[in-house]
């Protein structure tokens, strides 16, 4: 399997069950590429990495995604043009107050420490509260993404209808019983796989009667 560290461009294609097709630059090397795949990522200014493998489709090589995993910025440019990419009203000049106060701590800030924010000074225009719910929905949403990654249930839109109506405590709630998504248009053998993913101890009763619910209700469709 190839690895590569890049940079999101712009997307090319983006399909209604999540599947897209975008356009990244290599850091590594500097040149750019087409990488298509499940949920990929598409934050501004954030480095990721993909790993696939290369294929050729009429005379164009592109990178089918297997797995990614973003990583927050590091450097005071990226992290400007990430926080904006929330879309939660911040300034390039707020922005690039909170990044030269915290650094690259600036993170962990915003998900363990973020009443730590209110006391940089200048930042008082900032809709803290927005920028705080935002930042999380999107990190809560790239945990649930790299959760589903190696099994098939890989539609972005369903998963994050699921966030949106399990709320806040959803990556908790799925990783304690895998079996829950079910609940939520997955059928039993895509949670099966999500328990096998998450080495979940699947000889529970939880199973069982998740099992159980899965057949009635085929038979009664």
Known sequence: MVEILCVWEYTVFS?????????YQNLEKGSRFVASGYGLPTQRGAQCRLWG??????????????QHQEELPSDLTSAVEYLQSLRCGISAAAAKLLYNHFGPSLWQVLEKEPEKLRRVKGCGSINLDKLISHYRETVQLRNLLSMFQAS?????????????????????????????????QFSFQEADQLALRLDYQRAQPIRTTAAVISRSEEHTS
């Open 53 to 66: 493998q290369w294929k050729k489709k009429d005379q164009k090589w592109t990178f089918v995604v297997e």
């Open 152 to 184: 098939e249930s890989k539609d972005v839109r369903r998963i994050q209808r699921m966030a949106m109506q399990m709320g806040p405590d959803v990556e908790h709630l799925v990783r304690s019983n895998p079996y829950l998504i079910c609940d939520y």
């Open 15 to 23: 399909g209604d069950n999540g599947f897209t097709v975008c356009r």
